[in-house]
């Protein structure tokens, strides 16, 4: 009789291994089928039609706010002869000239203009898109010591140069603000300019949590002054768009994981108060235990009282 159990024990055990290893095979075969399906394209060749699924299963928003014809100074003439990446080094001078002292409030560090074109944003992934690319300068807080993103930790604000004979690109200026917000310390705070130093002005930032608002202006002196208020600003942009309301931040939890999100099994909440809370528990141990992230409930939401405002 024992010997039988024992028998059945080691085939139980065989099963066991065998069903690890099917579904191991079985999930490195989804990973190749996934990789042969997912669209790739540079930052700077993203189209609408690519873009927009990209954006929106990161839980991305934006929009084109109408010009600002705001009269400023006239608009000074920077000459690209020779090409973009020979201009470089010049435009960011001029850039740093115009822009000049930026003092950011509540913090005595002074920053720097760097040139980041030969370094790579952080890829980003969803709905089967992929997209990577560069940006041209980073504008970050100096003299300090990091890890392998040293370029990127610091920044509170980026720059893209175009020609005077290129257009600025909506969507490259949504994705590369969108990466850039996934790496620095400073999130949704930071702010990009796209310009070409002469007639092309626009301003690129979130005005609310994961929503982009791209501001068009006539005279470059004004949106230097508008930009240049977002630099300075970060801190408090930075706590401002943590917040979130309470029904915002009951239904929304966006993580910025670089993952696309799988919300199957929790999108039919109880409506029983304390089935409720466990399900919301149960979403931020699925988020902790298989995308890395660090979801934890506030205190307010584990009070059934908080549930109220929702009846």
């Given at each position: 009789m024992k010997r039988d159990e024992k028998r059945d024990e080691e085939q139980r055990k065989r099963d066991e291994e065998q069903r690890k290893r099917d579904e191991a095979r079985d999930e490195e075969q989804r990973k190749r089928d996934e990789?042969?399906?997912t669209e790739k394209k540079s930052m700077s060749s993203a189209?609408?039609?690519?873009?927009?699924?990209?954006?929106?299963?990161?839980?991305?928003?934006?929009m084109r706010a109408p010009g600002n014809v705001e009269t400023g100074k006239k608009n000074s003439s920077f000459s690209w002869d020779g090409g973009e990446e020979e201009r470089t080094e010049n435009a960011i001078s001029t850039l740093a000239t115009c822009i000049g002292s930026v003092v950011?409030?509540?913090?005595?560090?002074?920053?720097?203009?760097?040139?980041?074109?030969?370094k790579n944003l952080l890829k980003l992934k969803a709905c089967r898109k992929e997209s990577s690319g560069q940006s041209d300068v980073a504008i970050r807080f100096k003299d300090l010591q990091h890890d392998d993103q040293a370029d990127f930790a610091f920044v509170i604000g980026i720059v893209e140069f175009k020609t005077d004979k290129a257009p600025l690109k909506f969507f490259q200026q949504l994705l590369e603000l969108v990466a850039m917000s996934r790496i620095s310390e400073y999130g949704q705070g930071l702010a990009l300019l796209g310009t070409d130093l002469n007639t092309k002005w626009e301003v690129v930032f979130f005005d609310k949590?994961?929503?982009?608002?791209?501001?068009?202006?006539?005279?470059?002196?004004?949106?230097?002054k508008f930009f240049r208020e977002k630099l300075q600003s970060v801190h408090a942009r930075v706590e401002d768009l943590s917040r979130l309301s309470p029904v915002a931040e009951m239904a929304g939890l966006h993580l910025s994981t670089g993952q696309e999100q799988d919300l199957r099994g929790f999108d039919q909440p109880n409506d029983d108060v304390q089935d409720t809370l466990q399900d919301l528990k149960a979403l931020a141990r699925h988020f902790n235990e298989n995308y890395n992230a660090n979801v934890t409930l506030p205190l307010w939401v584990q009070s059934p009282d908080a549930f109220g405002i929702y009846s």
């Open positions: 990789g042969l399906n189209n609408c039609e690519f873009a927009t699924p990209l954006l929106h299963g990161l839980g991305i928003t934006w950011v409030d509540q913090d005595s560090r002074k920053i720097e203009f760097q040139d980041v074109g030969n949590r994961d929503h982009i608002t791209v501001q068009a202006f006539e005279f470059g002196t004004v949106a230097i």
